[in-house]
Structure formats: C-alpha cells, structure tokens
C-alpha cells in the first residue's frame, strides 16, 4: 500500500472538513457583510463627507454583489472552487484593510464596490460547493450554512464596539476584520475542492426542462429576500413614523426581527432532516402570512407589531436555504445556475425597498406593511408554480 493510500483522508471526513470551511467562510461573510452600518459615521469623517453622500457606497456595495453573483458562477464551473474561495477572502481581507485608510469618497466607493463582488462571489461558491459535496441531503448543512452567516452578522457589530472602544477609531476594527479572514484562507487551500457531478446525456437533453424552473426559482427569491430586506429595513422607521414606540424601542425591534432570523435558522437544521423542501416552504410561507396578518389585524399595537415581526423572522429564516435545497432535488446545479439565483435574490434586495421608500411619504408609513403583504402573496403564486412545473419536468424526465 503507497503511502499516499495510508494517509488518504476518508471520503467522510473530507465532507465534514469541508462543511466546517464551509461554515468558516460564511461567518467572515457575516463579519464583512455587517461591518458597514456601525462604521458609516467613521467612514463619513475620514473621507470629509455628509451621511447623505457617503450613503452611496450601499449602491455601490450592492452593485457589486450583483456583479460578483452573475460572474461567480461561471468561475466555479470551471476552477477548483477552494482555490476560488481563498482568492476571493484575500481580495476581501485587503479591501476591508483599505477602506478605513481611504481619504476620498470615490476610492472608498471603488473599494465597496470591489468587496461587494467578493462578497457575491463567496455566497454563490459557498452554496454552490456545499451542494456539490452533500448532494440531496444537503438540507440541515444548508440551514446550518446561512446560520453561519447569522452568527458573524451577530459578532460584526460587537468587534467593531470593542475595536472603536480600544483604539478610539474604526481603523483597526476593520483591520481585525480582514485578519480574521486568513485563517479560512488556509483552510481552504489545505482541502481538495468538490467536483461537480457530471452531467449526463439525458439531463442533457432535458435541460430545457429546467429553464422555467431556474427562472420561477429566481423570482420567488427576488420576491424573498425584497419582503425579507423591507421588513428588516423599513421596520423601525414604520414604528416611529406611527409613534408606536421610540426610536430606542424600534431599534430593540429590529434586533429582534435579525436575531429571530439567526436562531430560525438554527431551529431548521434538524427539522430540515425530516421534512420534504416543499413542506417546509409551505409552512414558512403560512407562518409569514399569519404573522403579517397579525401586524395588519392589530395596527395601532406595539405588542402585534412585536409578535408579527418575531414571527416573521422566525418564517423567514430558513426559506432561502431551503429553496436551494429544493433546487438540488430538482436539477443538476452548477455554477451557473446558482448565480442566477442570487441575481434574482440581489434585484430582490435593490427593488422592493426602494419601491416602499417611493411610497412611504406620498401613501403613509402603512404602505410598508401592505407591500411585503402584497410579495408574500405573490410569493405563494410562484410557489405553486414551482411546485408545477418541477412535477412536470420530473413526468417528462421519467
């Protein structure tokens, strides 16, 4: 026996390795994702600039998330995917370093808009590379995936508190940041890359089959991740603009609705090993809109808007991870394909905040509400939809 054979690593193993890399990456997406709200104000004082001009750099970061989701895709078909992975944290890791130390707003905006590209890159990979190594029992790795994320989100604000508190600046939260990220970067480059599975000349064949199936995909995680972004963002302006609470209540709020987010998604990890995709979908999607109906019953009620939103957050939370897990039942996921998923989830996250933002004054504050009830329902539409035409291409397949 070679030597290469006694210490081969075993093919179990080798997936609880990657899934824990996997993982790994995910929290520095959270801790890069998060970082940019409680560092505004820093950012704004050393390029010289008002909130109102510096705001920019959202559009800007958001932009280049939509850019690096399209083109992530296609960089995972064709390179081994920890190689990819590692490239992308580095480029993240010296572009955190860079922007606090940035003097003008359009260098920091170019920096923003380099790491918003990583940070589509890295969602696409993680998700895509995640699949590829459990295949159809993808679902509680997949919840446990986007809780990750949840998990760096949460510690983001805190080590950037802790940093601001020691140094007096933002400059070394965000450079703690970016060291944290190296280690992953080892990680990854220390383990083989999945390979994604063949494609056969039958589903070959029947790849047409799937075309309205990736597009009902990408439009039901538009409309997703849009309620999602509108609750989390419109929610505390939607409570004070009603004078339900004030602004350090509404704050409380928004929390809440994150942190019911995160544990959601924790919850889903076992209940993702029992259940169908689509009966979990089923009732995230019920529980969204007895939530909402919750909120719209009771207007004039913190205590509704309270339930409602925790309610919501804890719908919510697995609905994305297991949109894809139901996708990999369905289709052979590639790169590809799974950037166009994270293309709809990204216009989703630009067009349907901006669409309350353009209603809130004109209509009321209670616009907010009725437009995220209006794309839950929608959402239900495409579901079924979904669900139609994945039972079609299966007939047809068989």
């Known amino acids: 026996m070679s030597s290469t054979t006694t210490f081969a690593r075993p093919a179990s193993a080798n997936k609880i390795a990657q899934t824990a890399i996997y993982y790994s990456a995910f929290i520095a997406l959270g801790l890069a994702s998060a970082s940019l709200g409680p560092t505004l104000g820093g950012l704004a004082q050393h390029t010289h600039t008002r909130l109102s001009e510096i705001s920019f750099i959202f559009s800007a970061r958001a932009l280049g998330y939509l850019i690096g989701s399209f083109v992530g895709g296609r960089v995972y078909d064709r390179r081994p995917g920890h190689v990819v992975m590692a490239g992308v944290l580095v480029v993240m890791a010296a572009m955190l370093a860079l922007a606090p130390v940035m003097p003008l707003l359009w260098l920091l905006t170019a920096i923003l808009l380099v790491l918003g590209m990583g940070e589509g890159t890295m969602d696409v990979g993680g998700n895509t590379l995640l699949m590829w190594v459990h295949r159809g029992e993808v679902g509680p790795f997949m919840n446990g995936l986007h809780f990750s994320w949840g998990v760096g989100a949460f510690l983001s604000p805190i080590i950037v508190a802790q940093a601001v508190l020691i140094s007096g ?39 047409v089959n799937h075309v309205l199936l990736v597009v009902l995909i990408a439009l039901f995680l538009f409309l997703y991740v849009g309620a999602e972004g509108s609750l989390g963002g419109w929610i505390f302006t939607y409570t004070v603009a009603l004078r339900l609470s004030s602004e350090a209540a509404a ?7 994150w942190g019911s987010l995160t544990v959601g998604r924790l919850l889903a990890i076992p209940i993702a090993a029992r259940l169908r995709p689509r009966s979990i979908l089923l009732i995230d999607l019920a529980g969204c809109l007895m939530s909402m109906g919750i909120i719209l019953l ?6 509704a808007v309270w339930v409602g939103a925790i309610g919501i957050g804890l719908a919510m939370a697995s609905i994305f991870p297991t949109t894809l897990s139901l996708a990999e039942s369905r289709m052979h996921i590639t790169g590809q394909i799974t950037s166009w998923f994270f293309v709809g989830a990204s216009l989703g996250s630009m067009t349907v905040p901006w669409m309350i933002g ?22 239900v539409g495409v579901f079924v939809a979904m669900m139609l035409s994945a039972r079609k291409a299966a007939t047809e397949q068989a």
Do not use: C, H
């Open 298 to 303: 009771w207007p004039n009620s913190l205590v």
């Open 251 to 257: 704050a409380y709020l928004t929390s809440a609705f």
């Open 169 to 207: 600046d933002i400059t070394w939260a965000y450079w703690m940041l970016a060291v944290l990220m190296l280690p992953v970067v080892i990680g990854l480059l220390r383990l083989p890359s999945p390979v994604a599975q063949a494609i056969s000349p039958v589903s070959e064949s029947k790849r």
């Open 358 to 379: 353009q209603l809130f004054e004109s209509i009321g504050p209670r616009v907010t509400m009725m437009t995220i009830t209006a794309d839950l329902v929608l959402m």
